[in-house]
């Protein structure tokens, strides 16, 4: 899962794969806690059993990123995910 506007407290609950700047993050979680993990962050994506992509919060965030955390996240986005 990949977080936008990281709630670092909340963050210790998730295994950290992957965190480009202080507010983007990849968490290890499964596709069933996407609802939970989205607690942690204002904009939470993740990649779900059947490879789509469900997204869920602010996505207006997407424009506030700099060029290279933007690109980090398009790369994770359009990566296909085998579960």
């Known amino acids: 899962m990949l977080l936008i506007g990281v709630d ?4 210790s609950r998730w ?10 993050a990849v968490v290890e979680a499964g596709p069933d806690d996407l609802e939970e993990v989205a607690r942690s962050g204002r904009l939470v994506m993740g990649h779900l059993r059947d490879h789509y ?3 869920i919060g ?9 060029e290279d955390v933007r690109a980090f ?3 994770w986005r359009d990566r296909t995910r085998s579960v």
Request: aromatic fraction near 0%.
């Open 58 to 66: 602010d996505t207006s965030l997407l424009d506030g990123l700099d």
């Open 8 to 11: 670092s407290r909340s963050l």
């Open 53 to 55: 992509l469900r997204v």
């Open 15 to 24: 295994r950290v794969i992957d965190q480009p700047c202080p507010d983007v």
């Open 73 to 75: 996240v398009d790369s």
